[in-house]
């Protein structure tokens, strides 16, 4: 009921192409969804965050988009760069929560020049 | 700017010694978390705190105690220390009770030999 599976663990893209990673959770009552970025020898940050009244969300070259109904959401890079080489982490949260947010497993994303 | 200072970056400890993780937020943050960080597995909450000296165990408290005995500060305490427990320690703060955004600290990669 709480997890949040993330795939893939892995991902490789050329430069300027479109990274995309996708999260699927179970439990109807989340209604929070953030993506966080973490780059080598720092901590996770908060890259773009959505909730479910809306389907998608944009800014910059990172899109969340939200399927409510398939339980599933999923993170768009457009014109992927190198500089976006990092680990990204899906999460959900319940608004009645105490801040407490379920990870996902986490995807290694590497933009080749 | 937010800042979450951890105690250490890097902490080479023997088994069954007691070890403690130190954390600190600058930005008068209602709830600090502790989490840990393992390939694969994403980021597993240890222990949270959502006010002075409340906490509430997470997904995999065994093994571990925290203690917040002011606003700013959360430790981690890890009673008898374990093979098992070596891992990448991360401490974030939030401001809000419900779902926010958190802020990490830097992590403390921990090793237990």
């Known amino acids: 009921q709480q997890q949040v599976k993330q795939s893939p663990q892995s991902l490789i893209v050329q430069k300027g192409g479109i990274s995309i990673i996708n999260c699927a959770y179970e439990n109807t009552a989340f209604d929070y969804f953030p993506w966080y970025q973490q780059f080598p020898g720092k901590g996770p940050a908060l890259l773009i965050a959505?909730?479910?009244?809306?389907s998608e969300k944009k800014e910059g070259r990172f899109t969340i988009s939200f399927n409510k109904s398939a339980k599933q959401f999923s993170l768009h890079i457009m014109d992927s760069q190198p500089g976006d080489s990092a680990t990204y982490f899906c999460a959900a949260g319940r608004s009645s929560n105490t801040g407490k947010l379920i990870f996902g497993q986490g995807t290694t994303l590497q933009v080749k020049p | 700017d937010v800042k979450v200072t951890q105690s250490s970056r890097y902490l080479v400890k023997r088994t069954g010694e007691k070890v403690f993780l130190e954390c600190v937020q600058d930005m008068d943050h209602e709830n600090m978390f502790w989490y840990r960080q393992d390939p694969g597995l994403g980021l597993r909450l240890i222990y949270f705190?959502?006010?002075?000296?409340?906490?509430e165990k997470g997904d995999i408290p065994e093994g571990y105690s925290v203690s917040r005995e002011k606003k700013e500060r959360f430790s981690l305490i890890l009673e008898s220390a374990s093979t098992n427990q070596t891992s990448m320690y991360l401490c974030?703060?939030?401001?809000?009770?419900?779902?926010?955004?958190?802020?990490f600290g830097p992590g403390t990669r921990l090793t237990v030999l």
């Open positions: 974030a703060s939030s401001e809000n009770r419900g779902p926010d955004t958190q802020y």
């Open positions: 959505i909730r479910p009244d809306v």
């Open positions: 705190s959502y006010d002075v000296k409340m906490k």
